[in-house]
Each structure stands twice: as C-alpha cells, then as structure tokens.
C-alpha cells in the first residue's frame, strides 16, 4: 500500500535562529545525533573529530522537508559499495555535515498516484546546500545540488507532503553528491595560510604493514579470486606490493591482470625531505606513464593522480591454450602525502574496455588512501 498523508502547516511564533551555533556535547551514537547541525538553532559537536589534514573527510547529508523537518538525506538507492567516507562510516566519525534547504520545484517528471486516491506531482529537486565542520559549526562551503532524475521507481511508498499545494522532490543521488562535494570530502585540507603549528596539515603515513590484508575486500571482484602475492621492503621506505600472476593452462579464458603498489617513503632528518622523496618518485612515475600517451590527470585524488589506458596483450606460455590474446588495461598512479600508489587493472579487451577498468582502477585507489593510517 502506497500512501500521501496531507498535513495541513501549523502557524505559530517561529523560533528565532540563536546568533551562533551551540556546543552538544553528547555522545554521538546515530546518525540523527548529528541532525541538529541543519537546525534553526544550530548546534556543533566537539566530540566529532576535526576536519583537517589528508583525505577523505566523511561526510553525512540532512535535507529540510517542506513541512519543515530535518530528515538524513536517504541512501538506499545509492551504490552500497561506495567508499565509507559517503555517508557509511560510525557517527562519530564524520568530519562534515550537509546542510539542504527545502527543495525547489525542477522539471516536471511524473505524477504519483497512491492508493488512497491522492495524485501528488513529482518534480526534479533543486537544493541550496551548506556545508559545515561537525566539531565546530564553521562553515566550510556552499554548493548547490539537482535531485535525481526519477529513472527507478521515483515515487515513494508513504510520504508527508502539505495539504496546500502538495508537491514531491527527488532527492539527490550519490553520483551528485561526489561531484559537487567531494572537492570537501576526497581532497586534503591545506594549512591556513601563515600557521606555525603544524595544525591542518597531514601527518606522515610511517607504517603500512597491514595494509595488504586490509586491502583485501577492497581489490575489484573478479580479482579477488586469483592468486595474491605479499612481498615487503627494508630501509628507508616501507613496501606492500600484491596481484595476480598466475594462470590455469587449461582454462581458454586469460585471467584478469592487477598489480598494486603502496610505498611510504621515507626521510632523513626533515619531514620535507619524505615529501620530497614520494614526490620525486611520482615524478618518475609520471614519465614513464607518459611512454603511453600523455597521462591524464585525476582530480580530487590524493594530492596529484594521473592515469593512461593501453593497449597489452596477454600472454599464454604453454598448455592447450597457448599464445597470445588482445588485453586492454588502466595503469594508474597517485601522490598522497608522503606515499605513491600504482595501480595496473586490466584483462581480455572483450570483457576489459577502458570503460569498466578506468573507473574500477581509480575506485580502489579512493579506497586504498582511505584506509591509510593518520
């Protein structure tokens, strides 16, 4: 049963919005803790960890109704797969809020019927949208976002909308979202101009050792079902390097091809010269992409990212199925404070378009910078 409840607005004295945003100090345990954020009187919560140094900087959405309700943004349709930092990581662990006003009136998309005989029309929403620092209240932006275009089953189950006038609005989905705010979310936060204290800048990443095994739930699917090697590095840096490099002889289909490469490099004596010795390494990387064609850069991932798309054919050495077979691949690679990341996805051409191993190549390496330590 689907059905528009019709509530006529109640008229009264509205609350007057405080001269600033108020301390909450509660434990924040869902979500809805954090609601208050979007309110007429604002609030802040100090025990929210602050938005600074590298990314990402986990972000949760509030949209204003008409009846003029806080509600929490709704994610069911979006990817469930998405990195964490959107809106899928413990309250207390969000860095930012998104604030939507009330939605606006787009263009027209469909008319829903609900089976108590209401017909209310739906249109494309169309948001003002602040965003704020969750342990301060400070303003960090404003954007404006567009609600979905309504193309899976745009009309909800049961909604409240007012009985003069009544309208619906889609609400923005994930793909808006990571557009128009992840220049907040999925890029480091830079010292304010002048500081001394080292506040706002990204720590160095010294110990990556378990990133191998962390990573593991994070490596594309069909790449999880072949063979991972492990190897670390001594010295100044610290190493994870793993993929696939082996085959069955007997099966006619070349297997998916990955490797992944995490390095921390090291300095002597300076934080500087660890930044230094990534960058340069980076650099070198860069050239050698460039054999390919000219590397095209990856906004808003880490702090410098570049990927090309290639042609590489793959190579059965012996068994009944022996020779050599079209593959396509993406190599793509990443600075991130004082780390390098490259990448290499690809397979048989067929089943490996640039198409599938461009955005899965660089989704792994969002989720790697996630999940490095500091």
């Known amino acids: 049963m689907a059905l528009a409840l019709l509530v006529a607005p109640v008229a009264g004295c509205a609350s ?119 342990a301060t209240g400070k303003k960090v932006g404003s954007e404006q976002l567009r609600g979905s275009a309504g193309d899976h089953n745009p009309c909800p189950f049961l909604t409240y909308v007012r009985r003069d006038n009544p309208k619906l609005y889609t609400e923005p989905g994930y793909d808006e979202f990571r557009t128009v705010l992840g220049k907040y979310v999925d890029r480091a936060v830079a010292a304010a101009p002048g500081s001394t204290t080292g506040a706002g800048k990204p720590g160095l990443v010294s110990d990556i050792s378990g990133l191998c095994d962390a990573l593991a739930a994070d490596i594309p699917e069909t790449a999880e079902q072949l063979p991972l090697n492990r190897t670390g590095s001594g010295g100044n840096s610290q190493q994870c390097t793993w993929g696939s490099d082996s085959y069955d002889r007997n099966n006619p289909a070349p297997p998916p091809r990955l490797r992944v490469s995490v390095t921390a490099h090291g300095g002597v004596g300076s934080t500087g010269s660890a930044v230094e010795a990534a960058q340069r390494e980076y650099e070198s990387d860069r050239q050698f992409l460039a054999k390919d064609g000219a590397p095209q850069p990856v906004p808003g991932l880490g702090d410098q ?61 969002r989720r790697i910078i996630a999940r490095l330590p500091g």
Do not use: M
């Not at 803790?33 to 025990?47: V, W």
């Not at 797969?81 to 969000?94: G, K, N, T």
């Not at 068994?319 to 993406?330: C, K, S, V, W």
């Open 16 to 134: 007057r919005p405080s001269s600033g945003p108020k301390a909450d100090d509660r434990d924040l345990t869902t979500n809805r803790d954090l609601s208050g954020a979007c309110g007429a009187n604002r609030t802040y919560f100090p025990k929210a960890p602050a938005y600074a140094g590298s990314a990402p900087h986990p972000i949760v959405a509030f949209v204003t109704s008409d009846l003029g309700s806080i509600d929490e943004v709704s994610t069911t349709e979006w990817d469930s797969d998405r990195p964490l930092q959107w809106s899928r990581v413990e309250p207390a662990r969000y860095q930012l809020i998104a604030c939507l006003g009330k939605g606006e009136a787009g263009e027209y998309l469909t008319t829903c019927t609900f089976d108590d005989g209401e017909t209310v029309p739906l249109h494309r929403g169309r948001y003002e949208v602040t965003v704020y620092e969750a």
């Open 305 to 365: 990212a570049a990927l090309a798309n290639r042609d590489a054919d793959l190579v059965v050495a012996g068994g009944p199925h022996a020779g050599r077979y079209p593959g396509r691949e993406t190599k793509i690679i990443v600075l991130a404070r004082n780390v390098t990341i490259e990448i290499t996805w690809g397979g048989p051409a067929a089943q490996f378009p640039t198409e599938r191993t461009e955005p899965e190549a660089t989704e792994l390496a």
